[in-house]
Structure formats: structure tokens, C-alpha cells
């Protein structure tokens, strides 16, 4: 029984840093979009960082997982909540990659246009994770 206790604390540990390093993640790939100028040095920059922000949601999932199994847990709202902000995160990076994969380069708005859609996304990635951080504090 305390291995399990000892993995259930571990897990927290890892979610909750896996969490932080995301909105971190989303922050900095927010700061450098509004500094980008070349649609190609971006999309070349993207091919290294979309991964790793992909890897992250998907480590912050598997230690949710671990912790429900190792705790039994029922599905709570919060659980509920949390795996739909989960299911929104993957949704919203897919178009998010899918945008920039799509882009007509010589379409004259075309990376503005895109830039603007990208901030929602942003925007929306960064207020659930906020406000579901501030909803398991409180």
C-alpha cells in the first residue's frame, strides 16, 4: 500500500510541473509568434516545439491516469472537466498545426490572418489551464 501511495504522490508531482511547464510552453510559443516575421523560419521553428508541447499534454494525461487507477477515483467533475480540457488541448493543437500546415504562403494576409487565429487558440489553451490550476488549489 505505501508504493502506491508513493506513486500517487510521484504522479501528482510530475501533473502538476507537467501543468506549469505547458502554460510556460503556451506563453512562450505566444511571445514567439508576435515576434515572428517569416512564415518559414516560423513553421521550420514549429516543426521542433509542436511535438514537445504534444508530448507534454500527453504526459500531463498519463499522470492523471496514475493517479485515478492508484487512488480508485470515481469520475468527479473535476475528472470530467479535466478530461475534456484534455480533449480540447489535443483538438486545439491539431488545428493549430493543421493551420500552419495549410497555409497559402503566397497568399498576401495569409500569416497575419493566421496569426490572429492562432492567439484564440492560444488564449483559450492558456485560460483552461489557468483556470482549472486555480479550481484544484481552491
Do not use: C
Not at 36 to 42: E, G, L, M, P
Not at 44 to 52: F, S, W, Y
Not at 101 to 106: A, D, G, P, R, W
Amino acid at each position: 500500500m505505501q508504493f502506491m501511495e508513493e506513486m500517487y504522490a510521484m504522479s501528482i508531482g510530475i501533473h502538476t510541473a507537467g501543468v506549469l511547464l505547458l502554460i510556460g510552453i503556451i506563453v512562450m510559443n505566444w511571445v514567439h509568434l508576435a515576434r515572428a516575421n517569416d512564415i518559414r523560419v516560423y513553421a521550420k521553428q514549429m516543426r521542433i516545439v509542436m511535438p514537445i508541447s504534444s508530448s507534454l499534454i500527453f504526459l500531463i494525461l498519463f499522470t492523471g491516469a496514475v493517479m485515478m487507477a492508484a487512488k480508485h477515483l470515481s469520475f468527479t467533475l473535476e475528472n470530467i472537466v479535466m478530461i475534456l480540457f484534455a480533449i480540447a488541448m489535443i483538438v486545439l493543437e491539431a488545428k493549430r498545426y493543421g493551420s500552419l500546415k495549410h497555409i497559402n504562403l503566397k497568399a498576401p494576409q495569409a500569416f497575419p490572418r493566421y496569426k490572429s487565429r492562432v492567439y484564440r487558440f492560444f488564449g483559450i489553451e492558456l485560460a483552461m489551464n489557468v483556470i482549472m490550476s486555480i479550481w484544484m488549489l481552491v
